[in-house]
């Protein structure tokens, strides 16, 4: 391997430099991104601890099927009032689409997709990359572009398929974003309900031992059944 390395040109060594320095930047950002996403699983279980806290607290659920049913409930309440908006703006630009269409103005979705290909971004990968250690394929050069994107600023037809497409990316991101935050309440609904009432006899003689606890006073038919196992 180092005999490989010794081999190489000053020009190949300056690209397995850049590409060694390109993977530590695509893993720190995979790291940070991993980092996010356990910040958003432990905001949306907190919101399930803080909503069933008090229920639980009071015993007004004593079964994981009623855990589940009230927490459940909650959840679709809260993933309602977020996710009505972006349905909401999705809904109202593709109501408008349809009602332009009705017109014969000139507009259609010919004329929206021609638009929507005019803002790509196209590149020649063309001779970009050399082979380096008889194997390891990198980049040598930035490829050409072959096609800039393309703004018409002085068609109405071009600002309403603008406005269509940043209203659905916008739409589509948020919603998903809030039915991924649903998922990730309902699976700590699932497991909170079978921690919360999970029958372990060290957690309750800890819970006992521990000041200012709530626990749950035993019923006469409780004693009665305790009664007639020890006799």
């Not at 190489?8 to 390109?22: G, H, M, P, T």
């Not at 958003?40 to 806290?53: E, G, H, N, W």
């Not at 639980?56 to 009505?84: G, L, Q």
């Not at 699976?187 to 309750?204: G, N, Q, S």
Request: charged fraction near 20%.
């Amino acid at each position: 391997m180092i005999n490989l390395l010794v081999k190489l040109s000053e020009s190949d060594k300056r690209v397995l430099i850049a590409l060694l320095l390109v993977l530590i930047i695509v893993l720190i950002l995979f790291g940070y991104l991993v980092k996010l996403i356990k910040f958003i699983l432990a905001k949306q279980a907190a919101f399930v601890d803080t909503s069933m806290y008090d229920i639980v607290d009071a015993n007004m659920v004593s079964t994981p099927k009623e855990f589940r049913k009230v927490s459940f409930e909650k959840n679709r309440r809260k993933f309602y009032f977020e996710a009505i908006f972006p349905f909401t703006v999705m809904a109202l630009v593709n109501i408008t689409i349809v009602i332009l269409l009705l017109f014969p103005i000139n507009f259609n979705y010919q004329v929206m997709g021609n638009y929507f290909y005019d803002l790509r971004l196209s590149l020649n990968w063309d001779n970009c990359f050399v082979i380096l250690l008889d194997w390891i394929p990198a980049l040598e050069h930035w490829p050409a572009v072959t096609h800039s994107p393309v703004f018409y600023f002085t068609e109405w037809q071009a600002w309403v398929s603008y406005i269509y497409l940043i209203a659905m990316i916008y739409g589509i991101t948020h919603f998903t974003i809030c039915v991924c935050a649903f998922a990730s309440r309902n699976y700590r609904t699932i497991m909170a309900a079978h921690d919360v009432f999970d029958k372990d006899l060290k957690k309750l003689a800890d819970a006992k031992n521990l000041n200012n606890v709530h626990t749950k006073k035993p019923t006469e038919e409780m004693k009665e059944a305790v009664e007639d196992e020890v006799k």
